[in-house]
């Protein structure tokens, strides 16, 4: 039993029960998951009317689906009979939602539409519906929910930095629209969910955790991020509210370096560019590239890449993917930001397995972790997050700096998880 967050999340170090005690992780589906702000999806997954997807928040099963007013709505996918999953699939169309056991049918908003055999039930169908999240808003097309609807609007949750980390990422395309219907892949990890925003914001394990990459592909990580601070100038951004970066811009030593092409290989999502933005601020774009970032508590905006995770139980996670497109481009250069995302996250490449084999191993050695919390000596299991903590900096924005391989980025993460989490 944890009294206060407070003494288990220090500044610069966190107890590792944090990631093995099965309380700790109901406090989080409630404290994080339901009362916070999370991400479900992207409005290009479900472009028609009838259009859904599956997802969880938290442990709570929906369904994210277009409307025939062609709203985005987020609905529990659990049956208001009974409680049965309506939805089965990852994804698909109907024109109603039909439950397999009783035959109940409901509308894409949610609304009871249907009871076969009605004359024993005396309620009234508007109380039957399916429950939907307090609070469900978009931000460029990512959709966000709040279940409890205490979260306050979501632009607050993003603030100016989260807003201007998805901003950057959507401005790269030609339309300021992308699109994430490339399809997920998702690997299922035994460790908690916390590893993955860990380790996706930490610019201090490349060189170990990912040497067989760095060994055998050509990367612009080897001027952004590999080597420690004697070799680049990449910076660890805390934007506030939990959100993260690794600030890869000070690093790159030339235009679409993040894209691995020189200009004339793309000359026609160049040109796209140009027309848009205008010569000075498409150069601009086309040199910083996409943000390597976290927004909290469960996105991951991972250059061409876009993240998300799903926690299933204080040690099983799975962690999905999914190739950035463009709107506005050739499908050739989609199908490059395609293979370009399989060869760094897909089932055969090196990035998330690796990841995968270190969190398990941080999971295995946190296991014991609850029963020695008490104590100071053998098996306590603090954790240390102090990596440059004395030598970051404060912006004129009032962002905390770092170098790239300084744990500023993990301890953004826990500062706003226990605000969070001491909240009763
Ligand atoms: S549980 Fe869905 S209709 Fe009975
Ligand atoms: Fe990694």
Redo the contacts with the bound molecule.
């Keep these: 039993m944890i009294a206060d967050y407070a003494e288990v999340i220090h500044d610069d170090r966190v107890h590792g029960s944090l990631y093995s005690d099965p309380e700790v992780f109901d406090h989080e589906m409630d404290r994080i998951f339901r009362r916070g702000w999370v991400f479900v999806g992207h409005e290009s997954e479900v472009p028609q009317p009838g259009d859904w997807v599956t997802r969880l928040i938290g442990l709570e099963p929906v369904i994210m689906v277009r409307g025939t007013d062609r709203t985005v709505r987020v609905l529990s996918n659990r049956c208001a009979h009974r409680g049965t999953a309506l939805c089965w699939r990852e994804k698909g169309n109907s024109r109603v939602f039909q439950c397999n056991y009783h035959g109940w049918t409901f509308g894409l908003d949610g609304s009871l539409r249907g009871v076969p055999h009605k004359a024993g039930f005396e309620r009234e169908r508007a109380e039957l519906g399916l429950d939907r999240p307090r609070a469900v808003e978009l931000y460029r097309g990512f959709v966000f929910a709040n279940i409890s609807g205490d979260a306050g609007p979501l632009s607050d949750h993003l603030g100016a930095g989260g807003r201007e980390l998805i901003d950057r990422l959507c401005d790269l395309s030609p339309t300021g629209n992308i699109r994430l219907d490339a399809g997920w892949i998702g690997h299922r990890i035994q460790s908690n969910w916390k590893m993955w925003p860990e ?2 914001e ?1 610019g201090y ?2 060189d170990f ?2 040497i067989s990459m760095l060994r055998t592909t050509q990367s612009y990580y080897q001027d952004t991020i590999v080597g420690g601070e004697a070799s680049n100038n990449s910076r660890a951004v805390d934007h506030g509210g939990g959100h993260s970066e690794l600030d890869m811009r000070p690093g790159y030593k030339s235009q679409l370096s993040w894209l691995g092409v020189t200009r004339e290989k793309v000359t026609e999502y160049c040109n796209a560019m140009v027309r848009r933005y205008g010569e000075a601020r498409a150069n601009r774009l086309l040199w910083e590239g996409p943000p390597h970032a976290f927004i909290f508590p469960n996105l991951f905006l991972a250059e061409l890449n876009l993240a998300r995770v799903e926690p299933l139980g204080v040690n099983l996670t799975v962690h999905y993917h999914t190739a950035v497109q463009f709107e506005g481009v050739d499908d050739q250069f989609n199908r490059r930001l395609l293979r370009q995302s399989e060869a760094a996250l897909g089932p055969g490449s090196f ?1 998330v397995a ?2 995968a084999v ?1 969190a398990e191993r941080m999971q295995t050695a946190f296991a014991g972790a609850a029963v020695g919390r008490s104590s100071n000596g053998f098996g306590a299991a603090w954790i240390d997050l102090s990596r440059g903590q004395k030598r970051e900096r404060v912006d004129e924005q009032g962002r905390r700096i770092g170098h790239v391989s300084d744990e500023v980025t993990n301890r953004a993460f826990w500062r706003r998880y226990r605000q969070m989490m001491r909240a009763k």
């Design positions: 380790s996706d930490d394990h490349v955790v990912h990035i690796d990841d270190t």
